[in-house]
């Protein structure tokens, strides 16, 4: 007896068009598997995986009824990834495959080392100028930013434009953890699905807000310690900014003074100034990266790419993305950023160094009420460029930003290219 075909199977790679076309709808009785034409109906060859081991790059699979090409059961041919090209001058499986997973991963940390240590001098000086209601110089060109760096660098040392790039690890740290903790007990989502609703949204914000809301304190130590000159400056460890973080919420520590704004009034500048810069990056990101892969796929149907280019379209275009969602972000919020850094500095007794000079340094000794009146000051005594003061920092940061993405780029298409 012949088993039967189940009225529920759908095979694989079935779709509903072909059981109207065969009839069953219980208008034709279920046919038997006994013969070979009706299996080439229901039985579908599976996708080729790139990489598998029974087959070399570029080969495909062989259809149904027609036997497989014999290979040796011994011998080199049997590894699973030749070292070499396969099929006459294609791209390489073995090394293209290490090459591709090695460049992949040195692209991601060459982008998170600009990010994060050789951006760090322009994060110093920028947060430097901000909180100077001093200075009668804004630099808000990048000459004159270059100009004082190197006067700090003479004067101080490399240290005084390196200062504080531990605590900075240390706040993105507390900022990742308390974000999966909460999100761990709590109902609300670490993530935002395809199809999502304002009340999705509404509890994925929450969840951003009260994750800036945790790190907040261990954010104001930070920024003392990247503003702090260093000619007043004791060496202190890498765990100081935790030791602050948590005496500023104890309120233990090195005594302030009475301007010391208490952390309550500053939950609201600084989860604002948060949720915006979330919300403006993931927008620009997402609608930049639309545009990359439709340009690509547009690309990609007018001519046939070489395997170099579709190896890059795997990678920049998420870091091209990332490059303009944080850069308009920046732009967008500086003023905004600017009083926010000068209400969690006040009252700290913080001395920084002379933005105008470059070998003095200058007490910060402000009397902001909160926000609005910060806003004010800033605008009737410093103008509107006021908000504006180290904005040259800025275009270097993502100046060498873009210059090391570039060079990443012609080294990743180098190495490819040699190895095809």
């Known amino acids: 007896m012949h088993p039967r075909r189940p009225d529920g199977f759908d095979g694989l790679g079935y779709r509903g068009g072909a059981r109207d076309e065969q009839g069953f709808g219980g208008a034709f009785p279920a046919r038997s598997f006994s013969s070979g034409s009706d299996l080439s109906h229901w039985v579908t060859t599976p996708p080729d995986i790139p990489g598998s081991r029974n087959l070399h790059w570029g080969e495909k699979s062989p259809p149904y009824g027609v036997p497989a090409p014999s290979t040796p059961l011994e011998g080199p041919a049997e590894e699973p990834f030749p070292g070499g090209s396969s099929d006459g001058g294609g791209v390489p499986g073995q090394s293209s495959e290490q090459l591709n997973r090695f460049a992949g991963f040195g692209i991601g940390l060459a982008s998170l080392f600009t990010e994060n240590v050789l951006a760090h001098p322009c994060i110093v000086l920028r947060r430097q100028c901000q909180v100077n209601y001093h200075a009668r110089h804004y630099h808000l060109t990048p000459f004159t930013v270059i100009n004082i760096m190197y006067s700090f660098n003479k004067t101080q040392g490399p240290r005084a434009l390196w200062k504080g790039m531990g605590s900075t690890f240390i706040v993105q740290g507390v900022t990742l953890g308390a974000e999966g903790i909460i999100s761990e007990f709590t109902p609300l989502p670490r993530e935002i699905s395809h199809k999502w609703n304002p009340k999705q949204i509404g509890e994925h914000l929450l969840l951003k807000s009260l994750t800036y809301m945790v790190a ?66 993931s927008a620009i990101q997402k609608f930049v990266l639309l545009i990359l892969k439709r340009k690509t796929y547009s690309s990609h149907l007018a001519e046939s790419t070489s395997p170099v280019q579709s190896m890059l379209d795997a990678y920049f275009p998420e870091l091209i993305a990332n490059f303009a969602a944080s850069l308009c972000s920046d732009v967008i919020l500086y003023p905004l950023e600017t009083v926010l850094h000068r209400l969690h500095i006040q009252g700290t007794r913080t001395i920084i160094d002379n933005t105008d000079l470059g070998y003095e340094v200058l007490p910060i000794n402000t009397q902001y009420e909160g926000m609005r009146d910060c806003i004010n000051t800033i605008r009737q005594e410093e103008g509107m460029l006021g908000f504006y003061k180290g904005f040259g920092a800025v275009i270097i940061q993502y100046t060498l930003h873009a210059a090391v993405l570039q060079i990443t780029k012609i080294i990743y298409s180098t190495l490819l290219q040699n190895s095809v």
């Open 216 to 281: 907040m304190p261990f954010y104001s130590a930070s920024l003392i310690e990247t503003v702090q000159s260093e000619i007043i400056r004791d060496n202190t460890g890498i765990l100081e900014c935790v030791k602050e973080g948590i005496g500023r919420v104890m309120g233990l520590g090195v005594p302030h003074s009475k301007r010391l704004l208490p952390l309550l009034s500053l939950i609201f500048p600084t989860v604002l100034h948060g949720v915006l810069h979330y919300i403006i990056s």
